[in-house]
């Protein structure tokens, strides 16, 4: 089994910052893309930024300049610094890793809970 484990979220003043961490534990033997996204209610689910094994970012438009996310390789942990935080940016966000499990052939996405994000303006 995988888990991911995220923290860091709550409550912020528009122009404020938050960081994000997401933890991953369990049988992994490696772990390739990790990234965050973020979903409203009744909205679908949207990319925020991704990181691969390498280093390599990719960031969505509405977040670049502002957000960066980075990734601790030893501790299989990912980041989400963000700052210049808008009331568009309140959210559920979630993390996501590209896991290859013990005994397993293939990569498998997982998922954290979720973490609440509330931005008030």
């Avoid at 965050?36 to 960031?59: C, D, F, H, M």
């Amino acid at each position: 089994q995988v888990q991911l484990v995220e923290s860091g979220g709550g409550l912020v003043q528009a122009g404020g910052s938050l960081r994000l961490s997401c933890a991953a534990s369990g049988s992994i033997v490696s772990i390739n893309d990790m990234g965050w996204y973020r979903q409203a209610p009744g909205k679908q689910r949207e990319l925020v930024a991704t990181i691969s094994g390498g280093g390599r970012t990719n960031y969505a438009d509405s977040v670049k300049g502002r957000f960066t996310i980075s990734r601790d390789n030893a501790k299989n942990t990912v980041y989400l610094q963000m700052n210049s935080l808008k009331a568009e940016d309140t959210d559920v966000y979630y993390c996501k890793a590209e896991c290859l499990r013990v005994g397993s052939v293939g990569l498998y996405d997982y998922w954290g809970q979720g973490t609440q994000v509330t931005v008030s303006s």
